[in-house]
């Protein structure tokens, strides 16, 4: 089956390569109006204001959890849903696209979040060009944003940290969101969901487990994977690292596959990957290799700046 979408449905895919521009700074990390919309549930208004640092009033919401209230500001509220959304933010990251660069005020929130028990930070070993610090929610800040129901009930959210060895790639995935989502709003598309890959593994492999064995397993495979919008290759279904469903300017749902590639990528699975008909991203330093690699398998997919 053909892909749901395809690179010439698009005009931004020729501005992925570009760096970041101030209008990123200026529109990049902010909620959108159905995130804004939630959340009704669980939470009180009220007149409370704390005085920043820059001698604003930054007015609280009280939401009610389990045992307890908690005062959050819109930022930190939008902060909560970023770290549920992608399970691990870079520090540098959420300063830079949630908070428009403002470190100080990113930081105030942080721990002020901390201190309700929400967020937690830890500490990543990585290339001199990573962050080394990133945030995600607690169980209690996982439980608050399910309770104020503050994002859609089809956005999956997650806390904590599965698999250390994976979390410097796992924390580029939100930067690789913003990069996107930034040119789906210039061209018109308004982002609806994000899904990780924990999400669709679970849900593809629930459905093989469920294949019938009166059928042959490599149609049933093929049918499978049609469900989810993937594709089988060399006998495998390729899952990416972030899939992102939004409307397009006309009010068609569409799909993105993005991959994150990396120089530790074995051969086979790269290629695999570009087979699959997923958009590839890859940090400066590790661009070289991977076209290497890709070349030798004769692929010419196109591989995009992170």
């Known amino acids: 089956m053909d892909r749901p979408y395809g690179i010439s449905d698009f005009a931004f895919p020729s501005r992925w ?7 990123l700074v200026e529109r990049a990390g902010r909620g959108s109006r159905t995130d804004r919309e939630q959340g009704q549930a669980g939470r009180e208004k009220g007149s409370n204001s704390v005085r920043s640092r820059g001698g604003f009033d930054r007015p609280v919401t009280i ?7 908690y005062s959050l500001r819109e ?3 939008r902060t909560l849903i970023d770290l549920g959304k992608f399970r691990v933010v870079p520090g540098d990251d959420l300063a830079r696209f949630g908070y428009q660069g403002n470190h100080a005020r990113m930081e105030s929130d942080v721990r002020s979040l901390t201190r309700q028990g929400l967020v937690e930070q830890r500490t990543i070993e990585g290339h001199s060009s990573y962050s080394t610090k990133v945030l ?11 309770r104020a129901q503050l994002v859609s009930s089809r956005q999956a959210t997650y806390h904590g940290l599965v698999k250390p060895r994976e979390v410097r790639h796992d924390a580029d995935v939100y930067r690789l969101y913003q990069k996107v989502s ?12 994000v899904v990780l890959d924990f999400e669709l593994k679970k849900d593809l492999y629930q459905a093989l487990s469920r294949m019938r064995p009166d059928k042959d397993p490599r149609y049933e495979r093929i049918f499978i994977a049609n469900q989810f919008d993937l594709k089988v290759v060399d ?13 397009d300017d006309c009010r068609d749902v569409r799909r993105l596959d993005l991959e994150i590639a990396t120089r530790d990528y074995r051969p086979q699975g790269l290629g695999e990957k570009a087979k699959a008909g997923f958009h590839m ?7 070289a290799k991977l076209r290497r690699v890709l070349d030798t398998q004769e692929i010419s997919a196109r591989i995009f700046a992170l």
């Open 281 to 287: 991203f890859a940090r400066q330093q590790d661009h």
């Open 63 to 69: 939401y009610r959890g389990r045992d307890r209230e």
């Open 17 to 23: 390569d570009r760096e970041s521009g101030p209008d």
């Open 136 to 146: 995600t929610l607690t169980k209690d800040g996982h439980r608050l944003v399910e």
């Open 235 to 247: 006998g495998k279904i390729p899952i990416p690292d972030l899939r992102i469903e939004y409307e």
């Open 75 to 77: 930022t930190e509220v």
């Open 182 to 193: 930034r040119e789906i709003e210039r061209s018109g598309g308004k982002v609806r969901r």
